[in-house]
Nanobody
Framework: QVQLVESGGGLVQAGDSLRLSCAASGRTFSNLVMGWFRQAPGKDREFVAGISRGGGSTDYADSVKGRFTISRDNAKNTLYLQTNSLKPEDTAVYYC????????????????????WGQGTQVTVSS
């Protein structure tokens, strides 16, 4: 079992930045493929960014490329999402997700591929 706790959300203005964090416990963090997703009211949960076990491979949704950066600190069991140049359309609940995987270098982009989810952190961007 894996427990994930997100933090770092808040209310910001367009153009501002936030750093989201996701603290993991329960399994060896370096064996977990990790991802960030978001869900706005009335919309499906969508992929934002993903990172492989060792951090060497990453992938992003087109809507956030160049503005968001996913990273992980395996020594601290923590996943991060640095969000810059925020836009009102980035407003959503942001979730981190994890999947135990032995394969190195894979990034997962689909919600059903992930086994564990955090409770989410709200990001609201005003115009």
């Amino acid at each position: 079992q894996v427990q994930l706790v997100e933090s770092g959300g808040g209310l910001v203005q367009a153009g501002d930045s936030l750093r989201l964090s996701c603290a993991a416990s329960g399994r060896t963090f370096s064996n977990l493929v990790m991802g960030w997703f978001r869900q706005a009211p009335g919309k499906d949960r969508e992929f934002v960014a993903g990172i492989s076990r060792g951090g060497g491979s990453t992938d992003y949704a087109d809507s956030v490329k160049g503005r968001f950066t996913i990273s992980r600190d395996n020594a601290k069991n923590t996943l991060y999402l640095q969000t810059n140049s925020l836009k009102p359309e980035d407003t959503a609940v942001y979730y981190c997700a994890a999947k135990f995987m032995l394969t190195v270098g894979r990034v997962l982009k689909s919600p059903p591929e992930y086994a564990y989810w955090g409770q989410g952190t709200q990001v609201t961007v005003s115009s």
